[in-house]
């Protein structure tokens, strides 16, 4: 069985910021690409910040220069360091990765989610 467990969301006033944190476990063999989405109320969960094992970035534009995203492969997690937070940040936010378990099976496995509040 592989985990991925959050940590770090809270309440923040706009211009402040937060360090959201994940952590995978169980039976890995190999992590691959780990990403942290978001869904609003009422919205579409949409992907917020990914990267590759080998640390490549992508971002979504609404957080360009504004949030960074990092791993340690070591120890199987990522982060997602929050700067210039703004009210429409407001969400529930999901770590998300893709793991190999064993040499030949990958899943994608989701995180249990942890609340972002950025008040105005």
């Known amino acids: 069985q592989v985990q991925l467990v959050e940590s770090g969301g809270g309440l923040v006033q706009a211009g402040g910021s937060l360090r959201l944190s994940c952590a995978a476990s169980g039976s890995i063999f190999r992590v691959n690409a780990m990403a942290w989405y978001r869904q609003a109320p009422g919205k579409e969960r949409e992907l917020v910040a990914e990267?590759?094992?080998?640390?490549?970035?992508n971002y979504a534009d609404s957080v360009k220069g504004r949030f960074t995203i990092v791993r340690d492969n070591a120890k199987n997690t990522v982060h997602l360091q929050m700067n210039s937070l703004k009210p429409e940040d407001t969400a529930v936010y999901y770590c998300?990765?893709?793991?190999?378990?064993?040499?030949?099976?990958?899943?994608?496995?989701w995180g249990q989610g942890t609340q972002v509040t950025v008040s105005s």
């Open positions: 990267i590759t094992s080998g640390g490549s970035t």
């Open positions: 998300n990765a893709r793991i190999a378990t064993t040499v030949i099976r990958a899943n994608t496995y």
